[in-house]
């Protein structure tokens, strides 16, 4: 299934970065045919990948109680069929309960990771017979297994465009040698949250990826090996859900978590406001319960139990550009 995590190039008049990702409960997955064994593997594996999916994190299936689980997968799914591919490849489209898989999470311990999510700018270069070139939409092999990777990890990226622009401000041998201050240069034109990148070397018997991410101050290198495009995608997509859910995966903590977190929000004109705000917050993850304690003119004081840390929850809430700070002290601003 193709979610709209995958944004096109012909979407970049958004001025809003983070995506809200749909069909994070949505999985396919190949079966070779209709029985019911094979249906009863197939829903266990799409049971799988969805716990990663909304974790962000593949450690996830090593946890115990969602290993037991597995067994009654098919007690939480909401919607299941069968498609054919383009070849004909017969594949089985499971829809999980939302409530159902981050209940599950949560009692389990593990991190539930929001809809919304940054989006990721991706250059690759390729090495094909000695030389090195940009990877573009022509490279169907590359391209293909990198977004059916963050697809199936629930990233939304964006391609460049690998205009003259692009090939002015990023000539390949600067994406090669990953030369963090071209690429973020080149990055700006894009209306991205970080960025993706990476050189990738094949050979006759492996795949090679030596890149880089980098949102904000922090950039993170690494590389993979494996023996072929699909599992290289899927492994680099792993590296870099590790570490946006690591930042906003929200995992409920009493240590962590506040009841009573006071905040005043302005700018809630209307009651209409005033209901899209309460319904906002109360719908958030990181957040357990909103209170109204206040209401004066244009400003609601609330107070919210936070499942986590006030800074996580800030970062979060973030994304969605729905509040926005102010210089006043706890105190945010409604933005409808």
């Not at 962000?56 to 909401?78: D, F, I, R, Y």
Request: net charge negative; proline share 4%; no cysteine.
């Amino acid at each position: 299934m193709r979610i709209a995590a995958l944004i096109l190039l012909g979407f970049l008049s958004f001025t809003t970065h983070a995506v809200v990702v749909s069909g994070l409960h949505d999985v396919r997955v190949v079966v070779t045919d209709q029985s019911a064994a094979n249906r009863r593997a197939g829903i266990e594996q799409a049971y799988q990948q969805v716990l990663v999916k909304v974790s962000g994190h593949a450690a996830t299936l090593q946890n115990p109680l969602l290993q037991k689980e597995q067994s009654n997968a098919e007690s939480m799914v909401s919607q299941i069929r069968y498609v054919r591919g383009e070849q004909s490849q017969l594949f089985l489209q499971v829809s999980f309960s939302a409530s159902q898989i981050q209940a599950l999470l949560k009692r389990a311990g593990e991190p539930v990771w929001g809809s919304s999510r940054p989006l990721t700018l991706v250059w690759l270069a390729q090495e094909t017979d000695g030389q090195q070139r940009m990877v573009t939409q022509e490279d169907l092999i590359v391209r293909s297994a990198i977004q059916n990777a963050m697809e199936e990890r629930g990233i939304p990226v964006l391609f460049p465009s690998n205009d003259l622009d692009d090939e002015l401000a990023l000539p390949v041998e600067r994406l090669w040698g990953l030369f963090s201050q071209d690429i973020a240069l080149a990055s700006e034109r894009y209306p991205v949250d970080g960025y993706l990148a990476g050189r990738i070397i094949p050979s006759a018997s492996s795949w090679y990826f030596a890149g880089q991410f980098s949102y904000g101050a922090d950039t993170t290198q690494f590389s993979v090996q494996a023996p072929s495009p699909d599992v290289l995608a899927l492994q680099v997509a792993d590296k870099l859900a590790d570490t946006l859910a690591s930042r906003y995966a929200v995992t409920e903590n009493a240590e962590q978590s506040s009841d009573g977190y006071v905040i005043r929000v302005n700018h809630v004109a209307n009651f209409s406001d005033y209901q899209r705000l309460l319904n906002y917050l109360n719908a958030h993850i990181a957040i357990s319960n909103t209170r109204v304690l206040s209401v004066n003119q244009d400003e609601v004081t609330l107070s919210l139990t936070l499942a986590t840390s006030w800074p996580q929850t800030w970062d979060v809430l973030a994304l969605d550009k729905r509040l926005k700070e102010t210089d006043q002290p706890n105190t945010l601003q409604w933005q409808p």
